[in-house]
């Protein structure tokens, strides 16, 4: 299981933030960077109800080139996909590739979204 947000971090690791933590957040204001690295056709399908960044991972050569101006250092990164897999290794690319520090990943990814905090979010 990956670490918490609220427990001790392994050195060179992301943090896992569940659904409900990241919604607390965003509601209290809080400038959480979000990232979907899901696919178009996924982005289509089921969307946060916030401003996204999104990086198509199986596109990152598109993108991959402007990263760093694309992401703010001193602001948290939270990532995200369907369940949780591919935005886990994103974040750990952030982490141990690109010297990231404040990178979360959505636990149980857009799916965990729908079913903890907006069932309006469809499941896919």
Known sequence: MA??????????????ISARELNDRLRQGETIQLVDVREDRELSWARLPHPVLHLPLSRSAEWVAQLDQQLERDRPIAVLCHAGVRSWQFACWLVEQHGYEQVWNLQGGIDAWSVEVDPGVPRY
Do not use: D, E, H
């Open 3 to 16: 670490p918490s947000c609220t427990g001790p971090r392994p050195v060179n690791t992301p943090l896992s």
